[in-house]
């Protein structure tokens, strides 16, 4: 299979065609001139530049090619190391990037998909999309940026001293991602945006939109037997949203602007985790759908790596809204009241 890989050409075709539905975009006179021939075309366009100028250069930092140390189990000195691949722990750290990345590039296309059909349709439905595209703006900015940064450090860590060398571009990549959370309009401003704007706005119409997003996809997902504990969690993450949230903005009224928007950006963590587990639940419906086909072996393999990606997600990643939750709805000040002459020593 033909690899860009940072992300494969499989996986790309799966969350434009299979999630997205890319080519439904058709079916609106705007794009009546397009098809499936031609958005191919872009994409193999894509593909053969990342095949032909960055694999060669990514080629040699594979983790299955590095072999260091040796299974628990195996206690036996002589016995030759295996790919790093093996270790649980790095296997840990691929699928934090994995199942960062890939969750993060879902939400990117859900917002183009949301600003294309904004552009197609009129009335409600034109309003209706431009809402959404609007609350899901600063978290589109800043979970990749923020993310991004931490799945290439943990590109580097799962390689050792080798990943940290110049001769790989990995320790380029860790300085050129610094600059994202920074040059779309910081990610604090973006957390101002988006709990002092976006989430307030026309009286909540935007985020009510969004959840009822989030509910169809959760109604999809309901009816499968094998996500049902994985619905339920993204459930009981939506109830804690929406209690967070009301304290929030009560926030607002009642300890005034200063304190409202001190967590802002804590406020844009917990809910974008949030709206990246929806997207991962939006993938494993489309999932279910092409293991029911049937598929070959390398197809049902292909949908085996996502589905463990989805569960790290929501197994080591959802769970930190547990943590950030008990910070928002604290009633310490601490980031308020702190003067800056306190940081003088
Ligand atoms: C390499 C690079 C490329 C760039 N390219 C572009 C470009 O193409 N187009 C463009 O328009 N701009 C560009 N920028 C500028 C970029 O938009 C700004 O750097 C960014 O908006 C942050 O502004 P600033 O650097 O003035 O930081 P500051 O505004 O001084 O922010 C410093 C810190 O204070 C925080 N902060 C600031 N104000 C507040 C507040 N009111 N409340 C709470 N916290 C606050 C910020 O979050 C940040 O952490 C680029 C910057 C760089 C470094």
Not at 31 to 59: C, G, H, T
Not at 199 to 228: C, F, N, P, W
Not at 232 to 248: D, I, N, P
């Amino acid at each position: 299979m033909a690899t860009t890989k940072f992300i494969s050409e499989r996986n790309l075709r799966f969350l434009l065609y299979e999630v997205f539905d890319l080519e439904s975009l058709t079916d609106y006179p705007y794009y009546q001139e397009y098809n499936r021939k031609m958005f191919d075309m872009v994409l193999d366009a894509a593909v053969k530049l990342s095949k032909d100028l960055m694999w060669p250069i990514l080629e040699e930092m594979d983790a299955k090619q590095r072999s260091q140390g040796r299974n628990l189990s195996q206690k036996d000195p002589a016995l030759a190391a295996v790919a790093i691949i093996e270790h649980a722990d790095v296997k840990r750290m691929l699928l934090f990037q994995r199942s960062v990345v890939e969750g993060a590039l879902a939400l990117l296309l859900q917002s183009a998909k949301y600003a294309d059909l904004e552009r197609v349709s009129t009335g409600g439905e034109k309003e209706k999309y431009a809402l959404l595209l609007d609350i899901l703006t600063p978290v589109v900015k800043s979970y990749p940026s923020e993310m991004g940064i931490l799945s290439v450090s943990q590109g580097l860590q799962c390689l050792g001293g080798y990943g940290y060398c110049e001769d790989f571009p990995l320790e380029q990549y860790y300085r050129d991602a610094r600059i994202h959370p920074i040059h779309e309009g910081t990610t604090g401003i973006q957390g101002m945006d988006l709990l002092g704007r976006k989430v307030i706005m026309q009286d909540g119409r935007a985020y009510g939109l969004y959840l009822e997003e989030i509910q169809h996809t959760i109604e999809k997902a309901s009816g499968i037997d094998q996500l049902t504990s994985y619905t339920r969690k993204l459930e009981k993450a939506c109830e804690l949203l929406q209690s967070v949230t009301t304290h929030m903005k009560s926030l607002a009224s009642s300890a005034g602007p200063e304190v409202f928007l001190a967590d802002a950006t804590v406020y844009l963590e917990f809910f974008s985790i949030i709206a990246v587990a929806w997207q991962w639940l939006k993938q494993m419906v489309s999932i279910q759908k092409g293991l029911e086909k049937k598929p070959s072996r390398s197809e049902t393999q292909f949908y085996n790596g996502k589905f463990h990606a989805f569960r790290f997600f929501f197994s080591y990643e959802l769970p930190k809204i547990h943590g950030l939750a008990p910070r928002l709805i604290d009633s310490d000040r601490v980031t308020v009241e702190m003067q800056p002459e306190l940081f003088n020593d």
